[in-house]
């Protein structure tokens, strides 16, 4: 199985920061890569596939880039809405699909 | 506007079994491959199950497999999960999603979730 490591686990920012997360899969996933967030008690929402195209509907200011093995999410100018908890997921080896640990971003 | 709807979950014994539906609308649904992911209380996103369009393939983790049989049927527009032999590590909500494309794509479209819980 492809294993995805998200870095950090936790990331403490402030409204208006730009933040970045880092996921990292252990072999290569070509663009193979999507990003969501989920906020308590809600279901995920797709932010990014294909490692940096941006889903429907979402804003300007996230954005995805990388390939290979290494691969970011930033969020330009942090917006209340953005406290949330991230999720990277590989689907170059479709079976089985696997997530990152995730990252909870936090209000500092 | 996409919409997916799981059946209502509930509390089932060790050992027992659970079928979950998810009902969908707002897109053609015979054209989509769709899937189940979980996550337990407290715990990050596992992928469960995949079942494809076309020709109705299905996948399984290994964490499931030889106990959930994934299924769909087209006329009615919806995608079940039946369960059997259900383990204390099997209580999460399960979420019902759409495949972007095919079965190797992201999922673009998420039901709100299930509760299920495995106790006695």
């Known amino acids: 199985d492809i294993q995805m490591t998200q870095s950090p686990s936790i990331l403490s920012a402030s409204v208006g920061d730009r933040v970045t997360i880092t996921c990292r899969a252990s072999q290569s996933i070509s663009r193979l890569l999507a990003w969501y967030q989920q906020k308590p008690g809600e279901a995920p929402k797709l932010l990014i596939y294909?490692?940096?195209t941006l889903g429907s509907g979402v804003p300007s200011r996230f954005s995805g880039s990388g390939s290979g093995t290494e691969f970011t999410l930033t969020i330009r100018s942090l917006q209340p809405d953005d406290f949330a908890t991230y999720y990277c997921?590989?689907?170059?080896?479709?079976?089985?699909?696997?997530f990152g640990q995730g990252t909870k971003l936090e209000i500092k | 506007e996409v919409k997916l709807l799981e059946s209502r979950g509930g509390l089932v014994q060790p050992g027992g079994s659970l079928r979950l539906s998810c009902a969908a609308s707002g897109f053609p649904f015979g054209g989509y491959a769709m899937s189940w992911v979980r996550q337990a209380p407290g715990k990050g996103l596992e992928w469960v199950s995949a079942?494809?369009?076309?020709?109705?393939?299905?996948y399984y983790a290994e964490s499931v497999k030889g106990r959930f049989t994934i299924s769909r049927d087209n006329s009615k527009n919806t995608v079940y999960l039946e369960m059997n032999s259900l383990r204390g590590e099997d209580t999460a909500v399960y979420f019902c999603a759409k495949f972007g494309t095919t079965v190797v794509s992201w999922f673009d479209s998420w039901g709100p979730g299930t509760q299920v819980t495995v106790s006695s």
């Open positions: 997921q590989q689907y170059d080896n479709y079976s089985p699909y696997t």
């Open positions: 079942i494809s369009a076309g020709d109705f393939s299905t």
């Open positions: 294909q490692a940096s």
